[in-house]
Nanobody, 128 residues
Framework: QMQLAESGGGLVHPGGSLRLSCVVS????????VGWFRQTPGKEYETEAI??????????YYADSVKGRFTISGDNAKNTVYLQMNSLKAEDTGNYYC???????????????????WGQGTRVTVSS
């Protein structure tokens, strides 16, 4: 019953911004962590945990590479988790996916990278 749908990707120049959206159904954002994950072109079998939020900021996670540039937030009324990406770099390029768990963000997001079964995702390309 749990469903998630990613959107908001696109092509931007270095230094630009994008906002990704993860619309969820079948569960409450109050009780589940929602994380963003990335697969990089050329490394299709490697998955990185980018960010995660659970509840009223009761649990947060940011990869070191995005701290200070990305911000994760949730809107319960819209059943949506956002990833605001600023100061984008070429190394941010990849396919972005969201997923959810009743666990806390840490260590769930790290464990999740070791599993498959990703959805459609949304493509982010940062290029000059």
């Amino acid at each position: 019953q749990m469903q998630l749908a990613e959107s908001g990707g696109g092509l931007v120049h270095p230094g630009g911004s994008l906002r990704l959206s993860c619309v969820v159904s079948g569960f409450s954002l109050d009780d589940y962590a929602v994380g963003w994950f990335r697969q990089t072109p050329g490394k299709e079998y490697e998955t990185e945990a980018i960010s995660c939020i659970r509840g009223n900021v009761s649990s947060l996670y940011y990869a070191d590479s995005v701290k200070g540039r990305f911000t994760i937030s949730g809107d319960n009324a819209k059943n949506t988790v956002y990833l605001q990406m600023n100061s984008l770099k070429a190394e941010d390029t990849g396919n972005y996916y969201c997923d959810a768990s009743p666990r806390r963000c840490t260590p769930w997001v790290i464990h999740r990278t070791r599993l498959g079964s990703w959805g459609q995702g949304t493509r982010v390309t940062v290029s000059s």
